[in-house]
T-cell receptor, first 116, second 113 residues
Framework: DAGITQSPRHKVTETGTPVTLRCHQTENHRYMYWYRQDPGHGLRLIHYSYGVKDTDKGEVSDGYSVSRSKTEDFLLTLESATSSQTSVYFC???????????????FGSGTRLTVV | GQNIDQPTEMTATEGAIVQINCTYQTSGFNGLFWYQQHAGEAPTFLSYNVLDGLEEKGRFSSFLSRSKGYSYLLLKELQMKDSASYLCAVRVDRGSTLGRLYFGRGTQLTVWP
């Protein structure tokens, strides 16, 4: 299995507080992604990274920021948590984005975040 | 954006065959993935198609028609453990979205005894 871990696995936080979720990989993969998954919406991309200090926005980036200071860590921060950010958050890694081969994603186990 | 459609729910009985369809409209298409996701768990890779045709892997097969923007996942000899959500995802290689995957909303399959 690809070495990818997310922490925490579960978190309950109050509206207005900042929250940081961590994704850690031991595969030295260049590409890392943060998704949220909600009923009726499927997986939606929040932010992604193509390398250290190289990040970009996805489809639902408002209210979120990311940082990648090391290859192995990709942090997602909810700057001021709102109830609409209650969701399951998945981190994913990918070996490459080029070539004809199967470069799909490997997902972490997810973080279930509840904002009350 | 990308338009990826798949049925929301399907049911089948143990031992049967089920086909889950996925249609897509996107530019920069460069492959289609199927993932399986059990409740409360992460999605796991099932199959990948980039050329037209059928890819077979044990009880699971996946088909792609690029000209029709259509794929299906075929599950044979269904088992109770196949009850899960099946996610269709297209890979887009276009400008800044190089290599990104866009996911459908998933099809929840329930297998009955």
């Amino acid at each position: 299995d690809a070495g990818i871990t997310q922490s925490p696995r579960h978190k309950v936080t109050e509206t207005g507080t900042p929250v940081t979720l961590r994704c850690h990989q031991t595969e030295n993969h260049r590409y890392m992604y943060w998704y949220r998954q909600d009923p009726g919406h499927g997986l939606r991309l929040i932010h992604y990274s193509y390398g250290v200090k190289d990040t970009d926005k996805g489809e639902v980036s408002d209210g979120y920021s990311v940082s990648r200071s090391k290859t192995e860590d990709f942090l997602l921060t909810l700057e001021s948590a709102t109830s609409s950010q209650t969701s399951v958050y998945f981190c994913a890694i990918s070996e490459s984005n080029r070539g004809p081969l199967n470069y799909g994603y490997t997902f972490g186990s997810g973080t279930r975040l509840t904002v009350v | 954006g990308q338009n990826i459609d798949q049925p929301t729910e399907m049911t089948a009985t143990e031992g049967a065959i089920v086909q889950i369809n996925c249609t897509y409209q996107t530019s920069g298409f460069n492959g289609l993935f199927w993932y399986q996701q059990h409740a409360g768990e992460a999605p796991t890779f099932l199959s990948y198609n980039v050329l037209d045709g059928l890819e077979e892997k044990g009880r699971f097969s996946s088909f792609l028609s690029r000209s029709k923007g259509y794929s299906y996942l075929l599950l044979k000899e269904l088992q109770m453990k196949d009850s899960a959500s099946y996610l269709c995802a297209v890979r887009v290689d276009r400008g800044s979205t190089l290599g990104r995957l866009y996911f459908g909303r998933g099809t929840q399959l329930t297998v009955w005894p």
